[in-house]
Nanobody, 120 residues
């Protein structure tokens, strides 16, 4: 099992920036996809961005051009640089590690989340 620990959340004004970090530990092996999800009050969880071990990236349309996901495989860490933050970005942000159930090292693990609040 993989343990994921997020950090970097907090309170920021609209237009500000934050960088989230997620450190993975445990039975890591080769994590195929690491991603960031978020859940706002009254909303369902949604994917924000994810990145494969070989660098392929997907972003939600709502964050394209503002957020940047990156991954340091040597450190087993994924980052989310969030710029031009908006109040609607307010949510609990969760780190996710995924390998297919058909892979040699299947996984579907979540961190406990870090709260990002964008407010003036």
């Amino acid at each position: 099992q993989v343990q994921l620990v997020e950090s970097g959340g907090g309170l920021v004004q609209p237009g500000g920036s934050l960088r989230l970090s997620c450190a993975a530990s445990g039975s890591i092996f080769s994590i195929y996809i690491m991603g960031w999800y978020r859940q706002a009050p009254g909303k369902q969880r949604e994917v924000v961005a994810d990145i494969t071990s070989d660098g392929r990236i997907n972003y939600a349309d709502s964050v394209k051009g503002r957020f940047t996901i990156s991954r340091d495989n040597a450190k087993n860490t994924v980052y989310l640089q969030m710029n031009s933050l908006k109040p609607e970005d307010t949510a609990v942000y969760y780190c996710h590690a995924y390998n297919s159930a058909k892979s040699n090292y299947p996984m579907d693990d979540w961190g406990k989340g870090t709260l990002v609040t964008v407010s003036s």
